[in-house]
């Protein structure tokens, strides 16, 4: 499997793919072949066709799990083996149509006023109040920030895309006194568990896994009762700009979105968009039954 492995991680990162994603591909092969005990060139159509209905009908797997798994084992099979099995167009993973959870204001506030480090407070103040993912938080580097153009340059984003966000002087402010506590040349976030390192000489910055368990554990004391992740700050700055009347087209170029449908979701998010909706029905059908 190494050198199988080592083929299909070439072959993802000349089809352009993130590292995250290589990961989750790569993981969804890895499972495939410890299912069956045997090296995955090795299993056959039928049996690849036994472990999606093992995934669907057993395990019953949610649809974007089953989603990586079909990608991840996709690439495998047409890009790495060359293998055309009609299989893989089969599987279909159900359409998922939930909207995002998203806080108020008032909640977001509560949930980061309960981060007690600093620099997890400062990492999920910057990412909710910038709209930024998670890897672009903690990715940010000392080069990005152009505190001249209030804003901050997210390179390498989603897709492999450039994009500028404005930078609120209140988080700027925050940025600058959190960085001045170390000074690292690099990273904004610079990682704290390199065996051997200084915070000032790290050489990659926080995990992920981290700041998700900061932020975990600040909305259990919060007492706010929304399913959310890190992930919910970003969906609730995009609601709070739409709410403030900021255009659709100018939040999907913050969040960098590809295209409006994505971000036209939250149009559905926010009540004052609904109430608006409301009153000018109401005007306009004001006289039509007198």
């Not at 290589?22 to 499972?31: E, K, P, S």
Request: glycine share 4%; aromatic share 8%; with cysteine.
């Amino acid at each position: 499997m190494n050198a199988l492995r080592a083929r299909m991680v070439e072959d993802l990162q000349l089809h352009g793919l993130s590292k995250s994603t290589q990961a989750l591909y790569v993981r969804a092969v890895r499972q495939l072949a410890e299912y069956y005990r045997k090296s995955p060139d090795q299993i056959t159509e039928e049996e690849l066709r036994q472990y999606f209905l093992y995934l669907t009908k057993v395990k019953k797997v949610a649809p974007s799990t089953l989603r990586i798994a079909l990608c991840g084992i996709k690439f495998f099979y047409e890009r790495t083996l060359r293998k055309e099995w009609i299989t893989l167009e089969l599987v279909r993973p159900p359409r998922e149509n939930k909207l995002p959870v998203v806080l108020t204001i008032d909640e977001v506030h509560r949930i980061l006023k309960c981060v007690h480090h600093l620099r997890f407070q400062v990492c999920l103040n910057t990412i909710y109040a910038c709209g930024l993912r998670i890897q672009e938080g903690i990715h940010l580097q000392v080069k990005d920030i152009e505190a001249e153009r209030e804003g901050i340059h997210i390179r390498n984003g989603k897709g492999g895309k450039d994009r500028y966000v404005p930078l609120p002087e209140k988080v700027l402010k925050m940025l600058r006194q959190y960085w001045v506590t170390y000074r690292h040349p690099v990273w904004i976030f610079p990682s704290r568990r390199e065996a051997g390192y200084r915070i000032e000489t790290a050489t990659k910055p926080m995990t992920v896994r981290a700041v998700q368990q900061a932020f975990e554990c600040a909305l259990q004391e919060s007492g706010v009762q929304k399913v959310a992740t890190v992930h919910t700050l970003r969906h609730s700055y995009a609601t709070h700009l739409l709410e403030a009347g900021v255009n659709l087209r100018v939040i999907q170029a913050y969040l960098g979105h590809a295209s409006p449908a994505s971000t036209s979701i939250y149009t559905h998010l926010t009540p004052k968009t609904t109430e608006q909706a409301t009153q000018a029905i109401n005007e306009v059908l004001a006289n039509l039954w007198g």
